[in-house]
């Protein structure tokens, strides 16, 4: 199994940019799952993820609508991104079962799910499992931890083009 990969964020402006180069990556079906804290960072990734999409966009916080979607034919992004918020969810397996939450996770997009550790229990073992840390105002500490060849695949090519490893 590969290694997680720790680093760094200096900025926001960085951890989009780290999400564009994941996004860029992606491929029908992927699923990754944010961790963090309020404030550490899990919508920034996301919008950096859009943007390596194709979608130019904003990107906002689904914690109210609990799902965005980004289609093609409305972003002329190269697949869809499903992204999908927890947080809100007072009993979060039996009411992500009630959004149709399969039909996301095994379809045609990209689905990254914030607050992903409340409903583990029903996500796919396989993903890219991303934990952010606040470490200052400006600083995010990121751990990228891959689960099944699909995404240590994708965690040694993101280390390719983003470090150059």
């Known amino acids: 199994m590969e290694q997680a990969l ?18 860029e990556l ?5 699923v990754f799952l944010l961790e963090g804290e ?3 960072g899990k ?5 950096g993820i859009a943007r390596g999409l194709g979608i130019n966009g904003f990107v906002r916080s689904p914690t109210f609508t609990l799902i965005n979607e980004y289609r093609p034919a409305d972003w002329s992004c190269r ?3 499903y992204h999908i918020d927890f947080y809100r969810l007072d009993q979060p397996v039996a009411e992500a079962l009630d959004l149709g939450l399969d039909d996301y996770l095994y379809g ?14 029903i996500l796919p073992t396989a993903r890219l499992y991303v934990q952010l840390k606040f470490i200052s105002e400006t600083k995010r500490g990121l751990r990228l931890t891959p689960t099944g060849p699909r995404y240590e695949a994708l965690l040694r090519e993101f280390k390719r083009r983003a470090f150059g490893i």
């Open 79 to 81: 697949l869809p991104l």
């Open 26 to 30: 992606v491929m029908p079906g992927d």
């Open 108 to 121: 045609d997009g990209l689905c990254v799910v914030e607050w992903a550790e409340r409903a583990t229990s």
């Open 38 to 40: 309020l404030g550490s």
């Open 43 to 47: 919508t920034c990734l996301t919008q």
């Open 6 to 23: 720790d680093f760094i964020s200096h900025s926001v402006t960085q951890t989009q940019r780290i999400g564009a180069r994941l996004g």
